[in-house]
């Protein structure tokens, strides 16, 4: 959800809008405008048709939005921190703590289906009764589209695949038989791939027979299996991580850098012999400052190299994730978005206690993998 802007508060959640939103109400304002309504209420000006159908894009924007507020009203109702909700192309996603139960994650996940039930019932309602009694065709058939097109996301999120809502359900069911919520991960992010695939063919063929919309299906696929196989990786890895100390997985001690040195201080005397592809930047008093990552010192013209302070170019230690040693190994994880991401800076009180790196990740993964091996 790179790109996304805070655009406010939903019931007390905050609110971003990714670059792709615009973009989704054009489109489907378009469709509905050009095709969709002269079809259902034929013989009404283009400025109509225009007019009303970025209307039902912007209603079809809403009922995302109550869709993914019904997750985060249900999972607050169930004592879980929710940090966002995201609007973008392919829908919403709303950022939360993971749940402790089975029973937590199924009520939350099947909230938002139900909230879009429910507008589909309300629309279609709406439309029919507004057709029959007043005669207005265009807004008749603006609430019947939004009806359906609710309806749709209804049971398509239902599909029993994570990411999607029914993956969830699958996921609190088998965690609920089985007692592991690991197990429970791990069958969802399977399924979610297997439903990648084959939304991807499916896009294809509908590609192939002449169909641009098939390319839709396409993208929806690609990003079901890619976010599917980082929740199977994230499964597996989760017992390898259980009760683990972010001590006992940083790299100590650091390699560090003044952060008032220059660009090309920093590269002669430091990077140049660092076996990390990241250091650790501390200030006049030694005390952790920032991070900056080695490849992107490379990237810096030369002319401004003698110019720039390192610290000028790195990621401040504000908008670093950080933790303490004895801090559970998982938590810190839990703190990572797509503005916090690796490494993490162990600190202990005002001094540099180390960093976690995403080799450091690869490297429990890899002992969880031979452990694996061995067991079998």
């Known amino acids: 959800m790179n790109n996304s802007v805070r655009m406010g508060r939903v019931l007390g959640v905050p609110l971003r809008i990714h670059w792709t939103v615009p973009l989704l109400v054009v489109l489907f304002g378009y469709s509905l405008g050009s095709q969709t309504l002269p079809a259902m209420a034929p013989d009404q000006s283009n400025a109509t048709y225009t007019i009303a159908g970025l209307a039902g894009a912007l209603l079809l924007l809403v009922s995302l939005l109550a869709h993914e507020a019904a997750h985060a009203v249900t999972a607050r109702r169930k004592g879980i921190s929710v940090q966002s909700i995201t609007l973008w192309a392919l829908g919403g996603m709303t950022r939360m703590d993971r749940p402790l139960t089975a029973g937590s994650t199924f ?8 909230t879009s039930l429910l507008a589909s019932v309300l629309a279609l309602g709406a ?6 009694l007043s005669g207005m065709a265009v807004p008749a058939a603006v609430l019947l589209w939004l ?3 609710n309806l749709v996301l209804a049971v398509f999120n239902l599909l029993p695949a994570a990411p999607l809502d029914g993956g969830r359900v699958v996921q609190a069911l088998t965690w609920w038989r089985t ?11 399977r399924a979610g791939q297997v439903l990648g695939v084959v939304l991807i063919g499916l896009g294809w063929i509908v590609v192939l027979r002449g169909a641009v919309s098939g390319l839709w299906l396409t993208v929806i696929g690609f990003f079901v299996v890619i976010v599917a196989g980082a929740e199977h ?14 001590a006992d997985a940083m790299t100590s001690p650091v390699e560090t ?5 220059t660009v090309q201080r920093c590269i002669d005397d430091v990077a140049a012999y660092a076996r990390h592809s990241v250091l650790a930047l501390i200030d006049f008093e030694g005390r952790p400052s920032g991070l900056v990552h080695v490849p992107r010192l490379a990237r810096i013209p030369a002319a401004q190299r003698d110019t720039l302070r390192v610290r000028d170019v790195a990621t401040p230690r504000a908008r670093c994730t950080t933790c303490a040693p004895d801090d559970l190994l998982q938590d810190g994880l839990e703190k990572l978005s797509s503005a916090r991401a690796l490494p993490i800076l162990v600190t202990e009180g005002q001094n540099l206690a180390g ?4 080799d450091d990740i690869s490297r429990i993964a890899r002992r969880q993998a031979f452990r694996g091996a061995e067991s079998q």
């Open 127 to 132: 439309g029919i009764g507004l057709d029959t």
């Open 107 to 114: 009520w939350i996940a099947v909230s938002g289906p139900l």
């Open 233 to 246: 990786q994230r499964a597996r890895l989760a017992p390898a991580l259980r009760g683990m100390r972010a």
């Open 257 to 261: 850098c003044q952060d008032w040195l």
């Open 147 to 149: 009806g359906w097109v």
């Open 355 to 358: 960093v976690i790196t995403a």
């Open 179 to 189: 007692g592991d919520q690991d197990r429970g991960e791990r069958v969802a992010a």
